[in-house]
């Protein structure tokens, strides 16, 4: 996918600070002189092409309830099920497969302490399995924009 000069400005002007309103995408189209539909086009563009993995906000989870990090030692052969129900929990972000006796590792949120522990509760006695709790210690703050030269870019 070639980039004009739009979605690189696109690019570098939202790594950090998009908006945070009813319509983000109507004010970046301001700024970039161009129509909301086409933000949102070009956006979507550029995630069908894997220029970009993710459009949106990146949260202080402490400030918004309550998070934890879980893992389960699930079959090889249920792997799948298993991270299918995961899936279904309420307050699960994230998900994903490791080759490790913990297997499937996820992210819940939940907006306090108490509801968390009773979804990760009832989500350990659905799935029968036993559940690795890993509550954050301390957090780090890994700022994942970064500038483009795309002068050096073919």
């Not at 309550?66 to 879980?70: F, K, V």
């Not at 006796?101 to 996820?106: A, G, I, P, Q, S």
């Not at 559940?131 to 703050?141: I, K, T």
């Given at each position: 996918m070639q980039l004009d000069a739009t979605d690189r400005q696109l690019i570098d002007l939202y790594q950090r600070d998009l908006p945070v309103c009813d319509r983000p995408f109507l004010d970046v189209s301001r700024q970039l002189g161009i129509t909301e539909e086409e933000v949102i086009g070009r956006l979507q563009s550029?995630?069908?092409?894997?220029?970009?993995?993710?459009?949106?906000?990146?949260?202080?989870?402490s400030r918004a309830g309550?998070?934890?990090?879980?893992a389960v030692a699930a079959p090889e052969q249920q792997l799948d099920l298993v991270a299918a129900r995961i899936n279904r929990a309420p307050g699960v972000n994230h998900n994903y497969a490791r080759e490790h006796?913990?297997?499937?590792?996820?992210v819940m949120t939940a907006p306090d302490e108490t509801v968390l522990e009773e979804r990760l509760g009832e989500l350990e006695q659905q799935l029968r399995l036993?559940?690795?709790?890993?509550?954050?210690?301390?957090?780090?703050?890994?700022d994942l924009g970064f500038e483009i030269d795309w002068e050096a870019l073919p």
């Open positions: 550029l995630q069908d092409h894997q220029v970009v993995s993710r459009v949106g906000p990146v949260f202080e989870h309550a998070s934890l990090l879980a006796t913990y297997n499937l590792w996820f036993p559940m690795l709790r890993l509550p954050m210690v301390e957090g780090y703050h890994i």
